[in-house]
């Protein structure tokens, strides 16, 4: 097992990041970064139509330039000796494809056109097919939403793909088949693009896609049809079968070994969404909650058969056989916003610098961009200082988490946010320690949810940018959930998972479990609910309740 390395790419929101990993040690041997360029140009983004587009550029440029930057850092053996790769996205995010698995942005006539791109997950444009995937569920002999905790999402993949072709003639006109990112980037790889034959996430697929074994795979032709004409056809240029991440999709081609700078003798493992992977990354066991904590949090747990068997659990974002890992039950929910609200807030605090400072006459303009970037710099910092020293419960301000609508307990992609108790004395300290407890309640709402419908919550893993920068948000989460949580010690649990699951396809590993345990990195911390603190917050609870049932009842 010496000398075997691996490579975990992690795609998350804004960047792509690469981790080379000695498969016999764990040991992280190099990373790098790409932040996608088209993406941070705000490029095929409407914020004020919730359409969120990306470039299928953006990942081939970021897969090589990460992967080549991250080999520069290591020995000059490391690359001979790469025996594994293995990706996890972000989803859902789909895109349409020709018929030769090409997303149809990368064509010349479609190179600028958003609805020929990616689908990012946080896309809210399909709210109304959403909608109408549940109300024909409901009406169908088989609930294809029931696998998928009864509620299907405008940020899941049917629902965006239906939206497109009824906004896109040309998109329409031209789509073959549709593929998740997380399928896509392994077909590309090793060569096997073909809509019908590349090898799809059982993840992706049975979280996003209505996809359960027992009732033959995808919804039946029938329901997408009656769903709305457009689709017919789709079901039979996609797929019956799907794979777990521990299933080799195959082998670098030629010319990917070369523009990586790498083997042949590369296995490619299935691919899976970055949450999942993430919470294999934190050493994941049953009945422990892993939080993957950034602009939004999902929310994994896996259980055994027997515990979840004749289990549907409501509101959550699915339970699905081997999506975590394989031979468990994965369970999925989380929040629609969570570091995304405290940016929000930012931007909010934001606006005067840009719009007066900006426009000072007495400053240069390498004068106004200094001053406005490190003011803004310091924004959520000070914030956090000032909303530490306010005691819990003192200034009766309550907010709900959804500005971005809500991911789960009971998908609703329409609610927005709502702050109230604001007084003339209400100050911006006061309204973000508002928006933290917020976030905080809404974990909680998850949380209940899990339980009340039987399922065990033993310990908490955090894992995510917020868990390790934010021992404020941390704490304020271990007290409203009064439960202690462990944050992993690895910067880059997502990708240290896709590493683990790369060991297993290139047979350094038999299973996920061996590879856990030999490859983890463990916690480097744990905050624990403070007695006095959980009770002050528990009328907050209430009252953040009330606040969401009179916010969603408008």
């Not at 998350?12 to 360029?37: C, K, M």
Request: a negative charge; glycine letters at 8%; one cysteine or more.
């Amino acid at each position: 097992m010496n000398n075997k390395y691996c490579i975990g790419l992690d795609y998350g929101s804004d960047s792509v990041r690469s981790i080379i990993v000695n498969a016999a040690t764990g040991e992280q041997l190099a990373t790098a970064v790409f932040e996608y360029p088209r993406w941070k140009a705000g490029k095929y983004c409407n914020p004020a139509a919730n359409q969120y587009r990306q470039h299928p550029l953006d990942y081939i440029e970021g897969l090589v330039y990460t992967v080549r930057e991250a080999l520069k850092q290591c020995p000059p053996d490391v690359a001979a000796n790469v025996v594994g790769i293995s990706f996890d996205t972000t989803g859902s995010t789909p895109v349409f494809t020709d018929e030769n698995g090409t997303p149809l942005a990368l064509l010349p006539e479609f190179a600028e056109n958003p609805n020929a791109m990616f689908v990012l997950w946080k896309d809210h444009t399909a709210i109304r097919e959403a909608a109408e995937i549940n109300a024909l569920a409901k009406k169908w002999d088989t609930d294809y939403t029931a696998y998928e905790g009864g509620i299907y999402s405008s940020e899941w993949v049917w629902a965006k793909v239906l939206h497109v072709l009824r906004e896109d003639a040309e998109v329409r006109a031209k789509a073959y088949s549709w593929v998740e990112h997380c399928d896509w980037l392994p077909a590309i790889l090793t060569g096997n693009t073909r809509p019908e034959n590349l090898y799809r996430s059982r993840c992706a697929s049975g979280h996003k896609a209505m996809w359960l074994e027992q009732w033959g795979g995808l919804p039946d032709e029938k329901f997408l049809v009656a769903l709305d004409p457009l689709l017919k056809g789709f079901r039979e240029r996609l797929y019956t079968r799907t794979y777990t991440s521990d299933f080799r999709a195959g082998f670098l081609t030629p010319e990917w070994a070369g523009r990586l700078g790498l083997t042949t003798q590369v296995a490619v493992g299935v691919g899976a969404f970055d949450c999942h992977m993430g919470a294999v990354g934190a050493e994941i066991v049953p009945n422990t909650l892993v939080r993957v904590i950034g602009t939004s949090t999902c929310d994994i747990l896996i259980s055994s058969y027997n515990e979840i068997s004749g289990k549907l659990i409501r509101g959550i974002c699915g339970q699905v056989d081997g999506s975590v890992i394989p031979g468990m039950i994965g369970l999925e929910a989380g929040q629609s916003g969570f570091g995304d609200i405290y940016a929000w807030f930012r931007r909010v605090m934001e606006w005067p610098l840009k719009n007066l400072i900006g426009k000072a006459t007495t400053l240069t303009d390498a004068q106004k961009e200094q001053v406005i970037r490190e003011a803004a710099d310091r924004i959520i910092p000070a914030l956090t200082s000032e909303a530490e020293k306010i005691p819990i419960g003192s200034t009766h301000i309550v907010a709900t988490d959804w500005m971005n609508g809500r991911r789960t307990p009971d998908a609703n992609q329409l609610l927005e946010g709502s702050i109230m108790g604001l007084t003339l004395g209400s100050s911006a300290p006061m309204i973000f320690r508002a928006l933290v407890e917020a976030t905080a309640f809404g974990s909680k709402a998850i949380v209940d949810r899990f339980i009340s419908e039987g399922v065990k919550i033993d310990a908490i893993i955090g894992i995510g940018g917020i868990s390790k920068k934010s021992p404020f948000v941390m704490q304020t989460l271990a007290d409203v959930l009064n439960m202690p949580i462990k944050v992993a010690r690895s910067e880059q649990a997502c990708a240290f998972g896709a590493a683990m699951f790369a060991a297993v396809v290139a047979g350094v590993y038999p299973d996920v479990a061996a590879a856990q345990k030999t490859m983890g990195q463990g916690f480097e911390q744990e905050f624990q609910p403070i007695p006095e603190n959980v009770e002050k917050y528990k009328p907050l609870y209430q009252a953040y309740l009330k606040l969401g049932a009179f916010t969603e009842s408008l």
